[in-house]
């Protein structure tokens, strides 16, 4: 460990300590709080949608209330922005893009992949939703189904309910989560069989 990074943790300790000392926050919350990040990935958000395509009451509240729909199946969420989830139909397709920087509902999908943070990522799919889902993933989304594109904020979050693919009929959740990938949840691509 270099000096800086020295410099760095102890820094960190005496902040903690101070946060403890004045009853902001405890060292429980704060071991809680990094185990969360540490089980966050996109497995989590899958379950999400696994959940609300076999149950119709789970489906209305992830719709209505994203941070309740997570913490429903244990996820923690707290001092985490609120998370709002888009559904997907036969009408509608959505793309989530945070365009300023890569605000991300890490909670339920993990830390962000590299190329949602890039500047060409987040110009194309403003500019040209289209094309970029077309090129880069092969997403295909007819001119009939209206395309929206909503931008992740550092005071709402977004996640996208992907449309059950077709001949997935009585298949159990984890056989479901098993077929949702992250960009699923990002409108970026669409589950399949």
Known sequence: MNILEADGERLLASVRALLEQKGIISSTEVRERLEATDNASPGQGARMVARAWVDPAYRALMLAD???AAEALGIPMRGIPPLGVLENTAQVHNLVVCTLCS???RAVLGYPPFWYKSASFRARAVRDPRGLLAAEW???VPEAV???VVDSTADYRW???PVRPSGTDGWDEARLAGIVREGDMIGVTVPVV
């Open 66 to 68: 994203g941070t309740k």
């Open 103 to 105: 605000c991300y509902p």
């Open 138 to 140: 092969k997403t295909v």
């Open 146 to 148: 209206r395309l929206v």
């Open 159 to 161: 996640m996208v309910l």
